[in-house]
């Protein structure tokens, strides 16, 4: 009877420990009995790290773990169990494989959220109420990205090299180097040429420089009030006499049109030649 007893104790013993030993690992790792688990999944073209168990975290905060990894030759599908229920993301949302320390360390999936602030009600993602509208539920699929590592790097560098080789990109910009050479040199040669022009069009700066302040001078001596006085009494002069110009002007015009006095004119000078043909015959040099 004794030993029944001990036996059953023993028994109990060690199945109290199991269960404490299964809790705290549960604890561990953010699982909790009873609590509404859902899942999504996850589509990576690389999913180097990434194992079964592998923890998921939103900024930092361990939210679930990977239920298990699909591999097929276009991708790797993973399915995240999410085992916090009251968890919202709003959409857009993406998986991205990180370490768990900037110096390297066990490979995990970070959820990263870029949509705006839902709303109080918004329904939670495990319920049938939602419908993936701007906010990421149950069975949805999402993307992945891959870690970066040495290995993807050198990859991405060699398909960088690869294209560059396919469109010639090298021996372009060799050629827009050599382009860029003779454009420098001829820029050179340009700048030299606008120095000549320069020293050349310094004498004819100078001069009009000069004309500058003559015109400047002449300006000043005009706007004086006593050259302003002189100009305009000699602009009354020059007024005044070519009226009397005119005043003359017309006089002889009104002599020539008098017919008689123009006759008169006529018989005087006439008579006077007559007169000197008389005192003067021809032949003779005329008085002595």
């Known amino acids: 009877m004794r030993r029944s007893v001990r036996d059953a104790l023993v028994g109990l013993t060690i199945l109290g420990g199991i269960v404490g030993f299964a809790g705290t690992t549960l604890w561990l790792r953010g699982?909790?009995?009873?609590?509404?688990?859902?899942?999504?999944?996850?589509?990576?073209?690389?999913?180097?790290?990434?194992?079964?168990?592998?923890?998921?975290?939103?900024?930092?905060?361990?939210?679930?773990?990977?239920?298990?990894?699909?591999?097929?030759?276009?991708?790797v599908k993973a399915t995240l169990?999410?085992?916090?229920?009251?968890?919202?993301?709003?959409?857009?949302?993406?998986?991205?494989?990180?370490?768990?320390?900037?110096?390297?360390?066990?490979?995990?999936?970070?959820?990263?959220?870029?949509?705006?602030?839902?709303?109080?009600?918004?329904?939670?993602?495990?319920?049938?109420?939602?419908?993936?509208?701007?906010?990421?539920?149950?069975?949805?699929?999402?993307?992945?990205?891959?870690l970066m590592s040495i290995s993807t790097l050198t990859e991405e560098i060699e398909k960088i090299i690869q294209k560059a080789d396919q469109q010639n990109i090298v021996s372009n910009l060799v050629d827009s180097t050599k382009q860029f050479d003779r454009t420098q040199k001829n820029l050179d040669e340009l700048i030299l040429q606008t120095k000549e022009e320069i020293s050349r069009a310094e004498p004819i700066i100078t001069n009009l420089n000069q004309a500058t302040n003559h015109i400047n001078s002449i300006l000043a001596a005009i706007d004086n009030p006593k050259t302003l006085s002189d100009i305009q009494k000699t602009a009354s002069s020059t007024r005044s006499l070519?009226?009397?110009?005119?005043?003359?002007?017309?006089?002889?015009?009104?002599?020539?049109?008098?017919?008689?006095?123009?006759?008169?004119?006529?018989?005087?000078?006439?008579?006077?030649?007559?007169?000197?043909?008389?005192?003067?015959?021809?032949?003779?040099?005329?008085?002595?």
């Open 31 to 75: 699982l909790k009995i009873g609590a509404n688990t859902w899942k999504v999944s996850a589509n990576f073209a690389d999913a180097t790290g990434l194992a079964e168990r592998s923890p998921v975290t939103y900024r930092g905060i361990l939210v679930g773990s990977i239920g298990k990894i699909d591999i097929s030759p276009k991708s």
């Open 81 to 146: 169990e999410i085992n916090k229920g009251d968890l919202q993301l709003p959409k857009p949302v993406f998986a991205k494989v990180v370490t768990s320390s900037i110096l390297g360390g066990d490979a995990q999936v970070s959820l990263v959220s870029l949509g705006d602030k839902l709303s109080p009600n918004t329904p939670m993602p495990w319920s049938k109420e939602c419908s993936g509208n701007g906010i990421l539920c149950a069975n949805d699929i999402i993307k992945g990205e891959s």
């Open 242 to 288: 070519t009226e009397k110009i005119d005043d003359l002007g017309s006089d002889v015009s009104k002599i020539m049109d008098d017919k008689e006095l123009m006759s008169a004119i006529r018989s005087v000078t006439i008579g006077l030649g007559e007169l000197f043909n008389e005192l003067y015959p021809q032949g003779t040099n005329g008085p002595k």
